[in-house]
Structure formats: structure tokens, C-alpha cells
């Protein structure tokens, strides 16, 4: 089961961070920036965020930042995707978002200078505070002047040095594979590993088995779905990868926190 909460709400911090532990995923659109280059491991690609740059990526892919910050401050700002669709942003930058894109503006300055504004709004976004309302606002700026600014810029897939290879490569090829009947075996072969040796590094490195991050990319795929068409709940559990409606349901709560139906539902689709 996953442990990670369905939504980290809206809220913003700062602070020098490690290397993430475990491959996590939350329904939210998430923003960070740092002085310094972010290397992630999201939904099986290695990337790495330039020093200076504002990054957004829809955190229901599974995620995990593989090398620590070396002292400098990363900025984050949450914002759950329920809130964020009722802002009206850009269909084509969600279109982005739900592809699994990580969309980038060059420079978080000005407008876009989310460290200078996480400590009010850290403070104000909280409830129950005299300025939240406004501090909401200015969020939702904050978020379509991002979307705007993020539409010509993505970061691609890169060769980075923070995590195994062996290990990336097997989170790579299960996301590629994640809608087919994939085995234990066979992602250890992939890279010429004894399965047992491949689900130990495996492990080590990201904090979850093989089979829960095949679990957390066909939920993804499935969230996808639920968001981008009007397929039957039996066609997205086939088409994510689930062999049983059953097994897609429980997993789907487990790491949701509700049935595909009413996520759909709640998200106004």
C-alpha cells in the first residue's frame, strides 16, 4: 500500500533537502526550483532541472529526487489538481501535465521567483489564516503565469550520475512496459541481473519493490485515463495494466483514497 498521502494540499516550503528515499506519487501539480540542478527519477526517466529554473510536473507519476541538494535551499509549492483544473489554466499545459511531461521556465525570477515567496505564503496558506484568501489568489496567478511561461520548455530525458544504472534502466523499462503482463524476471533480465539481486538494488535504491512501482506507474496510467477520456473503468484497468477489475480497484484506493469512479467524478469528469 502506498503510504504517501492522495494530496499534500496546498501549501509551500523551503529548505535544504536529501536525496528522497522512497519513489512516492500525489495528486498534485508540484513546482520546485533551486539554485542548484534537481536530478528526479519520474515515472522511470531520469531528468535534471537546470540550476535556476522553474519546474512543474504532475506528481501522480511516481517520483523521487535521487540526489541530495548539497546544502543549497529547494523551494516547492503543492497545489492538489482538483484546485488547479478549476482555475481554467491552459488545456494544452494540462494536456502536458497528464502526458507526464516536466514543463520548465529558464529562470524563476520576478513573477516567477517562487523562493521569494514561499515564507508568506508558507505562513498565509495555512487554515484559518486572516490572509489566506488572499494568499490563494496569488497562487493562482502564480500557477497560470507558470503555465504560460512553462509552454515552450520541457526537460528531457538525461543521463545523470545520482542513481545506479542498472537501477534506472529497470525503472525505465517497467514504465515503458507497465501495460503489459510484466514479471519480476523479466525486468531483471532486462538489465542481465538474478531476479533476487535485481529486487535487492532495486529496493535500495528507489525504497519500494519492483511491484509497487509497476503498481504506482499503471495507477498513473489509470488517473490518466480517468482524466483524458470517457473509457469504460474495465477498458483503463486493461489498459493500465491490471489482469483483474478487482486488483485494479483495491490498488487504486489504496493509493487514492477512493474508487476510480469517484475520482473521476470528483475531478468533473
Given amino acids: 500500500m502506498d503510504a504517501t498521502p492522495p494530496s499534500f494540499d496546498l501549501a509551500c516550503w523551503r529548505g535544504a533537502v536529501p536525496r528522497m528515499s522512497v519513489a512516492h506519487t500525489h495528486d498534485d501539480l508540484e513546482f520546485n526550483t533551486a539554485p542548484v540542478e534537481l536530478e528526479y527519477l519520474v515515472d522511470g526517466r531520469q531528468v535534471v532541472i537546470p540550476a535556476g529554473a522553474l519546474a512543474v510536473f504532475w506528481a501522480a507519476r511516481p517520483h523521487q529526487l535521487v540526489r541530495d541538494s548539497g546544502g543549497s535551499e ?9 484546485q488547479a483544473r478549476g482555475w481554467r489554466l491552459p488545456g494544452e499545459f494540462l494536456a502536458r501535465m497528464f502526458a507526464g511531461d516536466i514543463a520548465v521556465a529558464e529562470a524563476a525570477r520576478g513573477p516567477l521567483d517562487l523562493a521569494e515567496r514561499v515564507g508568506s505564503w508558507g505562513d498565509e496558506l495555512r487554515p484559518g ?25 520541457s526537460v528531457a530525458g538525461s543521463i545523470a550520475g545520482g542513481l545506479r544504472a542498472d537501477v534506472a534502466d ?18 531483471a533480465d532486462h538489465v542481465h541481473l538474478h531476479p533476487h539481486h535485481a529486487m535487492s538494488v532495486f529496493r535500495a535504491a528507489l525504497g519500494v519493490t519492483i511491484g509497487e512501482y509497476l503498481a504506482q506507474c499503471r495507477i498513473a496510467r489509470a488517473r490518466e485515463l ?6 469504460a ?21 489504496d493509493h487514492t483514497g477512493e474508487a476510480p469512479a469517484a475520482y473521476r467524478r470528483r475531478h468533473g469528469g
Wanted: glycine share 6%.
Fill in 129 to 153: 489564516h486572516p490572509l489566506r484568501r488572499a494568499a490563494v489568489g496569488e497562487v493562482q496567478a502564480f500557477v497560470l503565469r507558470a503555465a504560460h511561461a512553462t509552454a515552450a520548455g
Fill in 233 to 253: 473503468i474495465p477498458d483503463i484497468a486493461a489498459s493500465a495494466g491490471f489482469g483483474s477489475l478487482s486488483q485494479f480497484y483495491a490498488r487504486f484506493r
Fill in 170 to 187: 529497470m525503472a525505465a523499462w517497467i514504465a515503458q512496459h507497465a501495460a503489459e503482463d510484466v514479471s519480476i524476471a523479466a525486468v
Fill in 74 to 82: 529547494l523551494a516547492w509549492l503543492t497545489v492538489p489538481l482538483a
Fill in 226 to 231: 480517468l482524466l483524458t477520456t470517457d473509457d
